[in-house]
């Protein structure tokens, strides 16, 4: 009989080099929110992928910035804490970066005593030369790290990354139930889905000034029904959000339901309230509410 293998495998890199594309690719679920904006990922979520003789407990986490605020601070600490309790490290980039936004995290990887696996991600958009390039950059710079090409949008060479994770992780029980697919509950997902559609739909500031909290998550046989409110920072923030005889936030609620059925294969009715919480982002206890400090 097969060994059980299991362990956690961090997800590090700079905003959008593909973290939660690739997280997404290996559990199979849309568990992460991917959008093109920068900060998407606010929180670190975890992915489970279970077989019969092995659980992987993946973690995508924030892509790494000098913090600005008190939310980017808290953002970075769950950065910090994917250093300490990883088996395996995933280090990605992107062809043609050239390190890390902070030098101190950078020298965390370099000096790591668990297994980097470098993934050079977006292999797809680039030329076989520049990837040899980057090949040879990336080993001179982090001499203990094993690199990886892939694309994670297009599925390449994520199978072959995967069975390497499985081969360094320690032998040991799984720490999850092997039904279970993350650590997060129902109403964390409500809340990440509806936050990707304000990133999708508005500009600017806007939706760095969100947070979503679901109040209510009522399920039945055949129907969902979620109470949901959009925190803004400041009242024309919320009148941009509502939009002309609410039309913005209708797009929001429309879009935010179809992917709630989809993720939950159910029905959903979904109610949103927007309301104005000063300046949460910069407030301790107001983080804390949320989930992002302490």
Do not use: C
């Given at each position: 009989m097969k060994k059980h293998r299991s362990g956690f495998v961090n997800i590090i890199g700079n905003p959008n080099v593909g973290k939660s594309t690739l997280m997404n690719a290996f559990v199979g679920e849309k568990l992460s929110i991917i959008t093109s904006k920068a900060q998407t990922t606010r929180h670190r979520i975890l992915g489970i992928v279970?077989?019969?003789?092995?659980?992987?407990?993946?973690?995508?986490?924030?892509?790494?910035?000098?913090p600005a605020y008190e939310l980017q601070t808290s953002m970075m600490d769950f950065v910090k804490s994917?250093?300490?309790?990883?088996?395996?490290?995933?280090?990605?980039?992107?062809?043609?970066?050239?390190?890390l936004k902070d030098e101190a995290f950078f020298k965390k990887i370099k000096n790591s005593k668990i297994p980097v696996l470098l993934l050079l991600n977006k292999i797809d958009t680039s030329a076989q030369d520049m990837l040899e390039e980057q090949v040879q950059y990336w080993g001179e710079l982090l001499p203990n790290a094993e690199?990886?090409?892939?694309?994670?949008?297009?599925?390449?060479?994520?199978?072959?990354?995967?069975?390497?994770?499985?081969?360094?992780l320690p032998e040991a029980p799984p720490f999850y139930p092997k039904d279970q697919l993350?650590?997060?509950?129902?109403?964390?997902?409500?809340?990440?889905?509806?936050?990707?559609?304000?990133?999708?739909?508005?500009?600017?500031?806007?939706?760095?000034?969100?947070?979503?909290?679901?109040?209510?998550?009522?399920?039945d046989d055949d129907i969902i029904r979620i109470r949901t409110v959009i925190m803004v920072e400041r009242e024309t923030q919320k009148?941009?959000?509502?939009?002309?005889?609410?039309?913005?936030?209708?797009?929001v609620g429309v879009e935010a339901r179809k992917d709630l059925e989809k993720f939950f294969d159910?029905?959903?009715?979904?109610?949103?309230?927007?309301?104005?919480?000063?300046?949460?982002?910069?407030?301790?206890?107001?983080?804390?509410?949320?989930?992002?400090?302490?």
């Open positions: 279970n077989g019969d003789d092995f659980q992987v407990v993946l973690s995508d986490t924030p892509g790494i910035i000098k994917a250093f300490e309790d990883a088996d395996v490290l995933l280090y990605m980039v992107e062809i043609g970066e050239k390190g690199i990886h090409p892939i694309s994670a949008l297009e599925n390449f060479n994520v199978e072959e990354v995967f069975q390497r994770i499985l081969d360094l993350t650590d997060k509950p129902e109403r964390f997902f409500v809340n990440e889905i509806v936050r990707e559609k304000i990133l999708l739909n508005y500009k600017k500031e806007i939706p760095y000034a969100v947070e979503v909290e679901t109040e209510e998550f009522l399920e009148g941009i959000i509502i939009g002309h005889k609410g039309t913005a936030l209708k797009k159910k029905q959903v009715h979904i109610e949103f309230f927007v309301k104005v919480n000063k300046n949460w982002r910069s407030n301790a206890s107001q983080l804390r509410r949320f989930g992002y400090n302490g």
